[in-house]
């Protein structure tokens, strides 16, 4: 188990120090992190409305800070190019993220066209119906994403590192509170970027 919990620690070592070093992208991941706990809050009442507020605010802002505010230059603080890091990256990288993400924009059309899912569900009366099988959809993509990552790291690199993905992902919303309730405040005082201070003592710890 202490292997296991390691390799959890690891990996959200690993996405703080190569992909929140901007403190934009940081408070940006700090409402998306509010965000995906009230959305596991709905799981339990309203799972099509859990599917809307983790993909319309969660993912939204997630992916708007990795987009727009996270240098891709090379990183000097981990003395590697934005193309190696994203090479060796265990979840989404922006690639496969951009199959995601086209996948997510295009359910809403593809209900639209055909709102039994080509016979496959109930159709939906009337606007709300439509909003509430949308949401649902985004719910299973979500999953199945998650699922599909989890199994590929499994052939890449084992089944505990799979695992250890997927708990990562799980138990970030309440990880990125903690390390990011201060970003904005840090932001408001005119620091762009982390130092990111304990990261560099631990690199250089390790070498």
């Keep these: 188990m202490g292997d296991f919990l390691k390799k959890i620690e690891i990996l959200q070592q690993d996405d703080h120090r190569f992909y929140h070093q901007c403190r934009i992208n940081q408070t940006l991941h700090l409402i998306s992190a509010l965000s995906f706990l009230v959305a596991y809050a709905l799981l339990f009442v309203n799972p099509a409305a859990a599917g809307m507020v983790g993909w319309l605010v969660g ?9 727009f505010f996270e240098p891709r230059g090379y990183d000097s603080i981990n003395q590697a190019t934005y193309a190696h890091k994203e090479s060796i990256k265990a979840g989404y990288n922006m690639r496969r993220k951009a199959v995601l993400i086209s996948v997510w924009l295009a359910l809403p059309t593809l209900l639209a066209l055909s709102p039994s899912l080509f016979g496959s569900i109930e159709p939906a009366v009337g606007l709300s119906g ?18 599909f990552r989890t199994l590929h790291l499994f052939f890449l690199r084992g089944p505990a590192w799979g695992m250890a993905w997927f ?3 799980l138990l970030d919303p309440f990880h990125n509170v903690a390390n990011y309730w201060n970003s904005p405040i840090a932001l408001l005082r005119g620091q762009r970027y982390d130092p990111l201070d304990s990261c560099k003592k631990e690199l250089h710890t390790s070498l």
């Design 59 to 67: 993912m939204v802002t997630r992916q708007s800070g990795h987009l």
């Design 130 to 147: 439509w909003m509430h099988d949308v949401g649902l959809l985004w719910l299973a993509l979500g999953a199945g994403g998650l699922l």
């Design 167 to 169: 708990c990562k992902i």
